[in-house]
């Protein structure tokens, strides 16, 4: 094939993708090429007849598949962001293929026989710290891919990683299925309770959908979440509640359930290889927690003081239903209904009122302005640069010297073709091992779309919730941590790091959004320019412990059905609904209120094994964000220069040390619950 852009020295500055001139029939020749030069790399690296050296095997693994690492980066964001048939069909296709590529290094023997010998003999090769971290960080991969097993196991191994990538695939593809079949049509007399910012959103979706006219609300959380909040038919919000929670459970080609079960027996089976007692016991060997059991105490520690949140929060919502005349019980689709009329009685806060404050670019300016604030990051629009979707913008990242930092692009609209959820991710890694090589990042956000596009009297702009901010600065921090990375070797940038401690740095950054002075500047009416009322932001800020007992209900127990699933020694015989099923009734998890995610559109857990059990990592990382931010708290300015520079080592280190270590370097100390319990008003409940 010809004029193939992979195959090509890409001219764009910074690096960027030549996004304009990508086709879906580049990707599989790329990748097959990709693979192809890798093992040669591979055999070469592997087959020299010299004694091993850190730079012949350690750093010349650094250098290998390149063009796969290129490829792969642009095919797997596209997929994420703005998919079709044709790129879905190359993601089956190629899932296994990969997967076995990976393997199949991971599994060479003469290869690990170099690292083996290089880990042996690491105290007297003088190596730097961050080398040495990387020597013991290879040996441990390959450890766990399966290099000491025997060739049968070996096999084996290889054989399982090529299903799983599969199986992966499938699942995520079913979900996006899922999303993309079902949504709510209303006209306008369906539309009862809901504010104008709710009809806009839905208005435009329809539009988007080729209904105009009408009103459509999607299985995206940031449709459903405001619909389930405001509108006052219960009929239709459960519907809607039903139709989201159905997702990957429908029957049908695209079930999940089968699938869950097939991906549990081949974990388990992994992890048996391995010599584990089961898929936990092997995730958690490489993290900070160590053991299922310490993240499994952790989430405890909060679970029955967050039921009892819960449960006061519960009759404080049947107080108001039945008010209004429900003489049933608060069921899943009434809980956000009823909380919202609680949090405007009790705050005097109505989300409707609130809404118009945090118009989307100025909580974007916010996020920048924070990061120069604390780190001296300048961000600069860039319109010269092609993008894969015309809802995408391009910033050039700078640091106080006025030098190139990284390129930054942000994606934030739901639309079809997109996976939902809001994620971080990179089309290239900063390092610094022959040339420095600034990084690519980007940002997904699923926000609904306002229907004015620069034109405010036409209608309103994207308005987001406080939710929403807290979601926008929660990605921007993890893009911030692949963006100030400072690191020699690729494998260490940035959010290379442990999983339970790679949601630090982007919930450290949340906090910035809800300080004074980020709501005072930013936080401004669309129409008027005004900024948040003081009475406003004093009561909004009064309001953010509201529904922490929902909020921690839903999301522990999803955690905790994630360590339960991957401690089971599941068989071909297994039968995810039912473990569901058992798991709700014995940890009495309150009907409803129910899971964040249920098992068969758990995309964290089975549409890629990143976060398998390790959804308990977000609470992990708040006991240290929690306690972090109290640092500013303590100092009495939440943007102190000599505390934000500590903050900003730990940013830079990647995973060139222990995270434990850059914390106590950062903090002066281990972290300690207590900011956490108060953070989510648990702290009283867990004394009493
Ligand atoms: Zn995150």
Redesign the pocket.
């Known amino acids: 094939m010809t004029e193939n852009p992979f195959f090509e020295s890409w001219t764009m500055p910074f690096g960027v993708p030549p996004f304009d001139r990508i086709r879906p029939e580049h990707f599989p020749p790329a990748f097959d090429r990709g693979m192809q030069e890798q093992i040669a790399e591979i055999a070469a690296i592997a087959g020299s007849a010299a004694a091993p050296s850190f730079a012949d095997t350690i750093e010349a693994l650094e250098r290998s598949g390149r063009l796969l690492e290129r490829v792969g980066r642009v095919f797997f964001n596209l997929e994420a962001s703005n998919t079709n048939d044709a790129i879905e069909a190359i993601a089956r296709d190629y899932a296994p293929r990969l997967a076995q590529h990976q393997i199949r290094i991971a599994l060479d023997h003469a290869l690990f026989a170099r690292i083996a010998d290089l880990y042996a003999r690491r105290a007297s090769l003088g190596l730097d710290l961050d080398q040495l971290r990387l020597i013991e960080r290879y040996y441990l991969r390959f450890v766990r891919s399966g290099a000491l097993l025997d060739p049968e196991q070996k096999e084996r191994m290889a054989a399982i990683s090529e299903r799983l990538a599969s199986l992966h695939t499938a699942f995520g593809q079913n979900v996006l299925h899922d999303e993309q079949d079902w949504q709510l049509v209303l006209d306008e007399t369906e539309l009862d309770g809901l504010p104008g910012f709710v009809k806009a959103a839905a208005a435009q979706a329809a539009e988007e959908r080729g209904i105009a006219g009408r009103y459509a609300v999607t299985l995206s959380r940031s449709a459903v979440e405001p619909f389930l909040t405001f509108s006052s038919r219960r009929d239709l919000r459960r519907a809607l509640w039903e139709a989201w929670t159905a997702r990957g459970a429908r029957g049908g080609a695209s079930d999940n359930v089968a699938i869950i079960r097939q991906i549990s027996a081949l974990r388990t089976e992994q992890a048996r290889l391995l010599g584990y007692e089961n898929f936990a016991e092997y995730r958690l060997d490489d993290t900070m927690a160590k053991t299922s059991a310490a993240a499994e105490r952790l989430l405890l520690q909060v679970w029955e003081p967050a039921k009892a949140k819960a449960r006061d929060e519960r009759a404080a919502l049947e107080a108001v239903a039945r008010e209004e005349g429900l003489n049933e019980a608060i069921e899943p689709w009434d809980w956000r209904y009823y909380a919202e009329k609680v949090r405007k009685a009790r705050y005097d806060l109505d989300e409707a009122d609130i809404k118009p404050y945090f118009v989307l670019d100025n909580m974007v300016r916010a996020a920048f302005d924070t990061a120069g604030r604390l780190f001296g990051l300048t961000f600069t629009e860039r319109d010269d640069l092609p993008v894969y979707h015309p809802d995408v913008r391009v910033w050039e990242v700078r640091d106080e010297t006025g030098s190139h930092v990284g390129i930054f692009l942000h994606d934030n609209f739901a639309r079809p073709g997109k996976q939902s959820g809001?994620?971080?991710s990179r089309y290239r890694d900063q390092e610094n091992l022959d040339e420095p090589v600034a990084p690519i990042v980007v940002n997904n956000n699923n926000f609904a779309r306002g229907n004015a596009r620069g034109d405010v009297a036409g209608g309103e702009p994207t308005l987001l919730s406080f939710d929403d901010a807290k979601t926008l600065f929660?990605?921007f921090?993890?893009g911030l941590h692949s963006l100030l990375s400072r690191v020699r070797y690729r494998s260490q940038s940035g959010t290379a790091v442990q999983r339970d401690f790679?949601?630090f740095p982007?919930?450290m950054f949340e906090h910035w959004m809800s300080v004074p002075e980020t709501l005072r500047t930013y936080a401004r009416h669309y129409r008027t320019g005004e900024p948040l009322p003081e009475e406003m932001l004093r009561r909004l800020l009064a309001a953010r412990n509201f529904n922490q007992g929902f909020t921690t209900v839903e999301y522990t127990a999803s955690a905790l059905i994630d360590l339960d699933l991957h401690r089971v020694a599941a068989t071909g015989t297994f039968d995810p609904a039912r473990f569901e099923r058992d798991f709700l009734d014995r940890m009495e998890v309150p009907k409803e209120i129910g899971l964040r995610h249920r098992l068969p559109h758990f995309q964290h857990l089975f549409a890629g094994g990143g976060y398998a059990a390790g959804y308990y990592a977000?609470l992990w990382a708040e006991v240290l964000d929690a306690d972090g931010f109290a640092a500013f708290t303590e100092a009495g300015d939440a943007f102190d220069p000599e505390l934000a520079a500590r903050l900003e080592a730990i940013y830079r280190a990647g995973d060139t040390r222990d995270p434990m270590e850059l914390y106590c370097a950062f903090r002066g100390r281990e972290p300690a619950i207590a900011a956490l319990l108060q953070q989510r008003g648990l702290a009283a409940a867990q004394s009493g």
């Open positions: 809001a994620w971080s929660h990605e921090g993890h790679v949601e982007s919930q977000y």
